[in-house]
């Protein structure tokens, strides 16, 4: 099960903010890797955490037994890393946030099997957010022998393949 999660951010005190809001939790400063740092708090009984970093933030291996330490880059781009994540809220409420916030948010529906809201932070960043009915069909669908079948049927028409697009 999932605790906590880390992303980066251009403002990590706005994404945590806006985070803590959909979560209808709280955001916090979070020092204890790198100054700057903040956290989205669920207020769940799971304790649930989404730390964001300043932007060109990168975790690195501490020496012996020393903790894992934040060190910046001065690079930035686009990420994989991406989480989904419930709400209470109903759809429009979130893309009422994300439109305040200048951030993109749509509705998408993935494999046809459960809808998500892609929210684009900072516009470079991706978290689906679920509302409780989004919630449903996720728990619904994402079973071990689901999964399975998928598989088992493939190939996957939208998958996107580097490979093909460069011989192309």
């Known amino acids: 099960m999932l605790f906590h999660l880390s992303i ?4 990590p005190r706005r994404v945590a903010n806006v985070i803590a809001e959909i979560w209808g939790g709280e955001a916090a400063v979070f020092p204890p890797v790198m100054e700057g740092s903040w956290v989205a708090m669920a207020g769940d009984d799971r304790g649930t955490i989404l730390e964001v970093y300043p932007i060109d933030t990168v975790l690195v291996e501490g020496e012996g ?3 894992a330490y934040g060190k910046r880059t ?20 979130v893309i009422a946030i994300a439109k305040r916030e200048g951030w993109t948010a749509k509705y998408c529906k993935r494999g046809g099997k459960f ?6 932070i900072e516009g470079r960043q991706m978290i689906e957010v679920l509302t409780p009915e989004m919630q449903r069909e996720y728990l619904d ?3 071990i022998d689901n ?4 598989l088992a049927s493939g190939p996957f028409p939208n998958a996107h393949n580097e490979k093909a697009m460069e011989t192309a």
């Open 8 to 11: 980066s951010a251009h403002d």
């Open 141 to 143: 669908s994402m079973t």
């Open 115 to 120: 809808g998500v809201i892609e929210l684009w």
């Open 65 to 67: 037994g020393a903790d």
């Open 147 to 150: 999964w399975k079948r998928m």
């Open 74 to 93: 001065g690079l930035i781009a686009n990420t994989p890393t991406h989480c989904a994540t419930a709400t209470n809220l109903d759809m429009d409420a």
